[in-house]
């Protein structure tokens, strides 16, 4: 089944705590990306990558890092978490970065306290 | 950059009325423009999208129509089912920008 998957599906964490969120796509995409989901603010990118070690931010990308060492994994690194990353975030995969259809994973939901 | 605003952010309707969702756009140079739907616990889905070179798409019960003059698109659900209850993202992108996204419209269809 083509599918991006995200691991945790939730996370309670303190502030200053390093984590990883994990994203893998099975569908050969090249173009990947992170969005986080805030009420009232729609969908916001943090960063994406056009392919294996090409990573670029987005419109939202302080206090996050990325990696592109395969093809199929794209995860997310918060260094220092602070309470304002608290938010639903969500990878994403695509043939091309614009103009085509994203298939976005089921989330991540991450408090920060 | 591009800056997409929806309209309205919740709407409920009676099932069997129609619903309609608006989205303008600033960015001249768009020229995709797709909808999304989230389920509650889910990710975002693709419903639908246009194409700058046309005016209007139907799939079904959902309709999509795009005026480029006046920059602005619209989602048009009929017959309202109480499974279309969801959040819907309208998105706008051209060739050389990424994708933007509305805030986002909760729908609920009332049984």
């Known amino acids: 089944e083509a599918q991006v998957t995200q691991n945790p599906r939730y996370l309670i964490t303190v502030t200053g705590k390093k984590l990883t969120v994990t994203c893998s796509q099975n569908?050969?995409?090249?173009?990947m990306s992170w969005y986080r989901q805030d009420p009232g603010l729609g969908l916001r990118q943090i960063y994406y990558?056009?392919?294996?070690?090409?990573?670029d931010k987005g419109d939202v990308p302080e206090g996050y890092k990325v990696s592109r060492k395969e093809k199929r994994n794209f995860p997310l690194i918060l260094e220092s978490p602070s309470p304002n990353q608290t938010s639903l975030y969500f990878c994403?995969?695509?043939?091309?970065?614009?103009?085509?259809?994203?298939?976005f994973g089921p989330g991540t939901r991450l408090t920060v306290t | 950059g591009e800056n997409v605003e929806q309209h309205p952010s919740t709407l409920s309707v009676q099932e069997g009325d129609s619903a309609v969702i608006k989205c303008t756009y600033s960015?001249?140079?768009?020229?995709?423009f797709p909808w999304y739907k989230q389920e509650l616990g889910k990710g975002p889905q693709l419903i639908i999208d246009?194409?700058?070179?046309?005016g209007e798409k139907k799939d079904q019960r959902i309709a999509v129509t795009l005026n480029k003059t006046a920059k602005h698109f619209s989602l048009h659900i009929t017959e309202t089912q109480p499974e279309d209850s969801a959040v819907y993202f309208c998105?706008?992108?051209?060739?050389?920008?990424?994708?933007?996204f509305g805030a986002g419209t909760r729908l609920t269809v009332k049984p």
């Open positions: 569908m050969n995409h090249e173009y």
């Open positions: 990558s056009m392919n294996v070690e090409v990573t």
């Open positions: 960015d001249s140079a768009s020229n995709y």
């Open positions: 998105a706008a992108s051209d060739n050389n920008n990424d994708m933007r």
């Open positions: 994403a995969s695509s043939f091309y970065r614009v103009s085509g259809e994203q298939y």
């Open positions: 246009i194409r700058s070179n046309v």
